[in-house]
């Protein structure tokens, strides 16, 4: 198997940039890759999903475009993500590029963050943060097309901050990106392109790399291969909320740090897992997996949780000469207190 990273693009902008356009002519002209796309979308109907599907590149059929349904990308990291992405990175015939398009209101950086997760930072690197934006509507005074609609939509939405103005979004999108997309540019004159060109600039210290664009056409070879590995870069592309919360409370989105814990024999698996909850609760493990050692049973029992959901079942027998023990790699947040996690797991069995 190619060991090499595979390379994932991130896209992202407000309702309305034309995001999916650009997906589509991707698709259409991607040079013979096998693309995988991971969409994000709000509510229970992904309609970009459907029109994506419809596009009709040979290179990435209907089993390549997985939809994430179930709410903003950057709150569901552990619960949907990456499970997707280990799914995708199991997968026989694996992908030569992932792009993911995040929705419109979600911020680009706890999602490049989640590239740092132990078991997708070894198979899979961001390749680069792609922003779009609405050239139109920037010119007219505005960062969407339709305020009332952005407005809306994140009004639907619990898990988002409503706090943060559409503004400090915009801004934090165009922070994280490598590449930024000035779309529609063919509404303007070379004086409001211009204009817009300035507007951008001056809504981010960092200075990615402008292009301008109409109906979304960006030739592949310009979106695709730029290379950044933006996932070690992420310190440097903080989010209005990241920059608040430095000197107060750690934020949610940190990087993640995992570490093995090694137990006894467990004779009651049903009260072991019991157990386990209130200890994931407790010390906001984000996932534990692997395996555990049933006196009197043939087979090793498999443990997988996230969150407070624990699946177990037991998936094959021991092997001969195999070392039958009870293992389980635990995952949270580059603070989790270690010690504190060993020492109530050791006191379950």
């Known amino acids: 198997m190619n060991q090499e990273k595979i390379p994932a693009t991130v896209i992202t902008g407000f309702l309305g940039a034309g995001k999916t356009t650009m997906i589509r002519n991707l698709l259409t002209n991607a040079g013979g890759k096998k693309i995988a796309l991971i969409i994000n979308e709000f509510g229970d109907l992904g309609v970009d999903g459907d029109v994506l599907k419809g596009c009709g590149a040979e290179n990435c059929t209907e089993d390549d475009i997985i939809e994430l349904t179930n709410g903003c990308i950057c709150c569901t990291v552990a619960d949907d993500f990456i499970p997707t992405m280990t799914r995708l990175l199991e997968r026989e ?4 590029h992932i792009v993911i398009e995040t929705s419109g209101l979600a911020l680009p950086q706890p999602l490049v963050a989640a590239f740092n997760w132990p078991d997708i930072r070894t198979q899979v690197t961001v390749d680069g943060v792609v922003t779009v934006v609405d050239s139109a509507a920037v010119a007219a005074g505005r960062f969407a097309d339709d305020h009332d609609k952005v407005d809306a939509q994140r009004a639907e939405d ?4 409503h706090e943060s103005p559409i503004e400090e979004l915009f801004e934090d999108q165009l922070t994280c990106a490598d590449l930024i997309v000035l779309n529609k540019t063919d509404l303007l004159d070379a004086a409001g392109i211009d204009s817009v060109r300035s507007e951008v600039a001056s809504r981010t210290a960092r200075k990615p790399t402008m292009i301008e664009a109409k109906n979304g056409d960006v030739p592949a070879a310009v979106l695709l291969g730029l290379g950044i590995g933006t996932e070690a870069d992420i310190a ?36 072991f897992v019991e157990k386990l909850k209130p200890v994931i609760a407790e010390h906001d493990v984000l996932r534990l997996k692997g395996f555990v050692d049933v006196p ?11 969150g407070s959901r624990i699946d177990h079942y037991f998936d094959r027998a021991w092997t001969p000469g195999e070392d039958r023990a009870t293992r389980l790699v635990v995952i949270g947040l580059h603070d989790m207190d270690e010690a504190a996690v060993r020492a109530a797991m050791a006191g379950l069995v």
């Open 296 to 306: 009197g049973k043939p087979m090793r029992l498999q443990i997988q949780a996230v």
């Open 158 to 161: 619990d898990s988002l901050d």
């Open 236 to 271: 440097n592309r903080k989010s209005h909320h990241e920059l608040e919360h430095e000197s107060g409370e750690p934020h949610d989105h940190d990087e993640f740090d995992s570490f093995i814990v090694e137990l006894g024999p467990v004779a009651d698996p049903a009260a």
């Open 93 to 96: 015939n694996r992908p030569d």
